[in-house]
């Protein structure tokens, strides 16, 4: 080796030195504990109807800290899956780049391994190429983002609920591999309901405990003969503001932290219009999430439903309630709360409800029934 490849060498160590350090804290805290993002991109052979037989990527972010990602031993009981609903995908929805409003590094802090999923035709995972033609948008979204009316190529929900459910089972399969454990525990949002509520029905031995927020349930079927659905700024703060029953009850600069977040998420739906998230519309049927079905999940299970929520009103979060078949399932009456819970002011009663149950099963020291959080009478998040 010549003195000259030896100074390049050491150059580049030097340089990549400099890069571990400027991105390491220097503090006498052991590393160990530092939250990493891990990106995981899963093969899945797809069900869904336009990918058959294909290899969709389905793209899983790791939020955890350094010590446990690196540990070879079993983490049974404290690695967590989260499933996200219709619209937003689950790096968006759960890790919200805003103080502390990220669901995932607030787990991660107290000590489980988060992972999180994107379904086929969100944020990263492999889209149908059939969502890169915006002809696939229903005629009156098109009119909205003022692009010239033309003919679907395709007049059919891009994706199922069975479709989901083999992602789902996909992932878990890869997580349980990948940390060594024979469970996950689950927490879904709005449609990740469904999802998750389906998939933990026709396999009850791979997930431990089930955390359900504003979960969908009795579903009406709008849409079945359209591929895809968008939505604008102006349509999710439209649709944000209409659940809005208390004063100060969400952070404008966290809905901003949400959206932006969105438009990094779908690079090529943000050149539609002013800009737009995609989503597939979703096929289902009535035998698809029912009382049959809810009543074959008997894990432990926690629903959370805000108080303001229109989106999927309280009412139906408390019929799943009635029909789920576990012995130990608690239902939070989330105060000042929307369909977006996770992002407003009271987000951190919810993660603190999250982590009592998925640690001892149980919120405000109860394992069943109904309870109230962020009323007069309970203390607001510190």
């Known amino acids: ?170 992932v878990v399969e890869y997580v349980r591999a990948l940390r060594h454990v024979d469970r996950v525990n689950v ?36 849409n079945q003969d359209v591929a895809m659905t968008a939505q604008s700024f102006q349509d999710f703060r439209t649709s944000w503001d209409n659940q809005v029953g208390c004063p100060d009850q969400y952070d404008p600069s966290a809905r901003d932290s949400v959206w932006s977040e969105m438009m990094r998420s779908d690079p090529i739906g943000a050149t539609w219009g002013p800009g737009i998230r995609r989503a597939p519309v979703v096929s289902r049927g009535a035998e698809d999430w029912n009382a049959a079905v809810a009543a074959k999940v008997r894990i432990p299970t926690l629903l959370i439903s805000g108080e303001h929520d229109k989106t999927v009103p309280s009412a139906r979060v408390r019929e799943l309630y009635a029909d789920l078949g576990s012995n130990q399932k608690a239902f939070v009456d989330l105060a000042c709360s929307s369909h977006n819970a996770l992002w407003e002011r009271n987000h951190l009663l919810l993660f603190r409800a999250s982590l009592e149950w998925l640690t001892r099963g149980t919120v405000d020291g109860k394992e069943d029934g109904v309870l109230r959080l962020g009323y007069a009478a309970a203390k607001e998040p510190q």
């Open 1 to 170: 080796m010549t003195g000259k490849t030896t100074v390049v060498l050491i150059s580049v160590i030097a340089i990549l030195l400099s890069a571990i350090l400027l991105r390491c804290p220097t503090t006498s805290a052991d590393d160990s504990d530092y939250l990493v993002t891990i990106d995981h991109f899963v093969p899945v052979h797809s069900s869904v109807p336009s990918m058959t037989g294909q290899i969709s990527q389905i793209y899983v972010r790791e939020r955890t800290r350094a010590g446990l990602a690196l540990r070879s031993a079993s983490l049974a009981n404290q690695v967590v899956l989260f499933v996200h609903g219709a619209g937003t995908p689950a790096e968006v929805a759960f890790d919200v780049p805003y103080q502390d409003y990220s669901w995932m590094a607030y787990l991660a802090e107290a000590g489980f391994d988060v992972f999180a999923m994107d379904l086929t035709g969100y944020g990263r995972s492999s889209r149908p190429l059939l969502m890169n033609d915006s002809c696939n948008l229903a005629p009156k979204q098109l009119a909205g983002l003022f692009m010239a009316p033309c003919t679907a190529n395709y007049a059919h929900p891009a994706t199922t609920l069975a479709s989901d459910w083999n992602d789902i089972s996909g």
């Open 187 to 222: 927490v879904a949002w709005s449609l990740g309901g469904p999802r998750s509520g389906g998939y933990v029905a026709a396999h009850p031995d791979k997930v431990q405990k089930l955390i359900l927020l504003a979960p969908a349930y009795n579903l009406t079927f709008p």
